[in-house]
């Protein structure tokens, strides 16, 4: 079993910056990530990264947002930049440990002025 547990999320101005934080309970060596969804919206894949450092955006957060893990591989960042009405979201945390899936119950993003 693995817990994750999100932090970081919050009410931010269009162009501002967050950046979210997610703990997981055990060493991750393969995949963690982010995924978002939106109000009425699917849930959609924000960005990943392996446990060798390969990363993976969505084309909607390419060159705002950075994906990013401890060495220890037991957290994994998301800071975002240069923030917009569209990302708000629940995010996500995403972790992939001995073939299975595990989430967090997720941190509420606002983009609003």
């Known amino acids: 079993q693995v817990q994750l547990v999100e932090s970081g999320g919050g009410l931010v101005q269009p162009g501002g910056s967050l950046r979210l934080s997610c703990a997981a309970s055990r060493i991750i060596s393969s995949i963690m990530g982010w995924y978002r969804q939106a109000p009425g919206q699917q849930r959609e894949l924000v960005a990943v990264i392996t446990g060798g450092g390969s990363t993976n955006y969505a084309d909607s957060v390419k060159g705002r947002f950075t994906i990013s893990r401890d060495n220890a591989k037991t957290r994994v960042y998301l800071q975002m930049n240069s923030l917009k009405p569209e990302d708000t979201a629940v995010y996500y945390c995403?972790?992939?440990?001995?073939?299975?899936?595990?989430w967090g119950k997720g941190t509420l993003v606002t983009v609003s002025s």
């Open positions: 995403h972790a992939r440990y001995l073939q299975a899936v595990y």
